[in-house]
């Protein structure tokens, strides 16, 4: 018994002393393991087309410059903003009707069953094969561009939400129902957070589907955006600057993805913590 | 409406705060009805602490349903109050059995307790105020501010009731509420709802299928037995307010009745 507890402040101590190096050299470690294949395929990339003598594969450093040229010049900015004010309010659009849509879904079982084929339908539908006709029958404008984002990215959102809606304890509508909470506050606070988890996957999946669309739209009728800027450098065969575009479509895409799991390790930091997945 | 409770014929000294007369409850209609309960009356009168006890599957958690308003009785009555419910009714609070679900992880445990006042219109400082109290009457005073995922299990039963009391229900309703905890645990909550009832005078009732803790804890004990199941045996206990885990459950009063529940239990 003495023994025991006599030893028993040694054992956390030597632990915890442990700990403290082997956390901050771990976080060294996990840098190291997800960032040396990058530098790794740049530095391949770099070397491998520097000699490049096919047209159509430029050199990396030829690719660099042309970005570094058409950022400075604003040629590429102005593209890039009228890109993104696409998707961000496609991306707006398609998550107010994804989410609203879901909610009622969700709610009134014989509704889900009436939509359920045609929803499914659309979900199945190569989102870019609809650009030509939305823009066709829309025209060429800036808001049918956002309208065929929003209707691509509307349908992920839609079905996470009416799954999270149907996820939802048993227990918390039982919870709802003893203790007459009334209808919108029962939404707003217990619904809502409920379906939150399947709500933000959705919009995760829909992002890059979103950019794709974004991309697709700016290739058709268009004289703006990063999507006529690769595709307009390719028709013009100043190659480097369709890659330069590519590669800049892709870096976008990354920092989107990594800032929105920054906001939703925020916002679903009770769902992660509490281990409820 | 009645304005007072109405006058009882039988000889009961206390009025009557919840009656039920010949309820029944059965899924399915024609010859795959199943039936759950069948002609079922219970009494609760004003302070009392009823437990209800069964086997497991009798229908004890159908039961609970259908006095919560959650599930509507086949046939029969529940009045609370001199009043017929017909759905759930503020005079009565649940505690689910499985706190880890029926508490909201999105929520502080003040936000938890606070949430059904919030349904009843009262505003954001009382609501608060008189959910620290109760967290602070269940042992947790000063711990509004986690959430329920930080706590042990224990703890979130704790909170559960808290929530219950908080709503401020003549009638608390309570299924299996210890059975996702340890001994000790257990243990400490049946003492704790002990004190709870007596400080507060709120009437309990019970569902339960541990004999020991039905009798441990109740004035008054419900057996129901047999399919479907009815009322088949009710035992007054008359340990008073002073319970002790190790001396009442010693006392010859406590293992006669369990004995008798034991006996009838055994029947079916």
């Known amino acids: 018994m003495t023994n025991a507890t006599l030893n028993a402040p040694a054992v956390p101590s030597r632990a915890s002393k442990a700990k403290a190096p082997s956390s901050s050299a771990a976080a060294g470690r996990k840098i190291l393991v997800s960032s040396w294949l990058i530098v790794a395929v740049v530095a391949a990339w770099w070397f491998g087309s520097a000699n490049s003598t096919n047209f159509f594969i430029p050199s990396l450093e030829s690719i660099l410059e042309a970005l570094v040229r058409d950022l400075g010049n604003g040629v590429i900015i102005s593209g890039a903003w009228y890109s993104l004010s696409n998707l961000f309010v496609g991306l707006a659009l398609a998550a107010f009707f994804g989410i609203c849509g879901g909610l009622l879904l969700g709610e009134v079982p014989l509704l889900l069953k009436i939509v359920d084929p045609i929803i499914h339908f659309f979900r199945a539908v190569p989102q870019a094969a609809l650009v030509p006709m939305i823009i066709g029958v829309f025209g060429m404008g800036q808001g049918p561009k956002m309208g065929t984002i929003a209707f691509a990215c509307m349908w992920p959102i839609l079905l996470n939400t009416i799954d999270g809606i149907l996820g939802i304890e048993p227990t918390v509508r039982k919870f709802s129902k003893v203790y007459r909470i009334p209808r919108g506050l029962h939404f707003r606070r217990v619904i809502l957070p409920g379906a939150t988890p399947q709500i933000v996957a959705g919009i995760r999946v829909a992002l890059p589907i979103g950019i794709t669309v974004m991309v697709v739209s700016e290739m058709f009728a268009s004289i703006e955006g990063l999507g006529f800027y690769i595709l307009n450098s390719s028709a013009t065969f100043k190659v480097p600057e369709t890659w330069a575009g590519a590669l800049l479509v892709g870096v976008i895409g990354y920092i989107i993805s990594i800032l929105f799991v920054l906001v939703e390790k925020r916002i679903l930091r009770w769902y992660h913590a509490s281990g409820a997945q | ?268």
């Not at chain 2, 219970?42 to 958690?61: A, C, H, N």
């Not at chain 2, 046939?75 to 029926?102: C, M, W």
């Not at chain 2, 002073?242 to 055994?266: H, M, N, S």
Request: with cysteine.
């Open chain 2, 1 to 268: 409406m009645t304005t007072q409770a109405p006058v009882e014929t039988t000889m009961e000294t206390k009025p009557l705060l919840m009656k039920v007369r010949g309820m029944s409850m059965s899924y399915g209609a024609g010859p795959a009805e199943n039936k759950i309960l069948e002609n079922l009356d219970l009494d609760v009168e004003y302070g009392q602490f009823i437990s209800i006890v069964g086997p497991s599957g009798v229908g004890k958690t159908t039961l609970l349903r259908c006095l919560s308003g959650l599930l509507k009785p086949k046939a029969g009555t529940i009045e609370v109050s001199g009043t017929k419910i017909n759905g759930p009714h503020p005079d009565l609070a649940v505690v689910f059995q499985d706190y880890s679900r029926s508490l909201m992880p999105w929520m502080t445990t003040r936000e938890n307790v606070a949430f059904p006042l919030q349904g009843k219109g009262i505003g954001k400082a009382e609501r608060n105020k008189l959910a620290d109290e109760h967290l602070a009457a269940v042992g947790l005073e000063g711990q509004g501010g986690k959430f329920p995922w930080e706590m042990s299990g224990g703890m979130q039963q704790r909170v559960a009731i808290a929530r219950a009391l908080a709503y401020n229900a003549k009638v608390l309703l309570m299924d299996e509420p210890f059975a996702s905890v340890d001994a000790q645990t257990r243990f400490d909550l049946e003492d704790l709802v002990l004190d709870l009832q007596h400080k507060l005078g709120v009437t309990i009732l019970l569902v339960t299928h541990d004999i020991d803790e039905a009798l441990y804890l109740a004035d008054k004990v419900v057996v129901i037995a047999e399919k479907p199941a009815t009322v088949v045996d009710e035992i007054v206990t008359g340990f008073g307010e002073t319970r002790d885990q190790l001396a009442t459950k010693a006392d010859p009063r406590f293992t006669e009745a369990r004995a008798r529940i034991l006996v009838r239990l055994r029947q079916d």
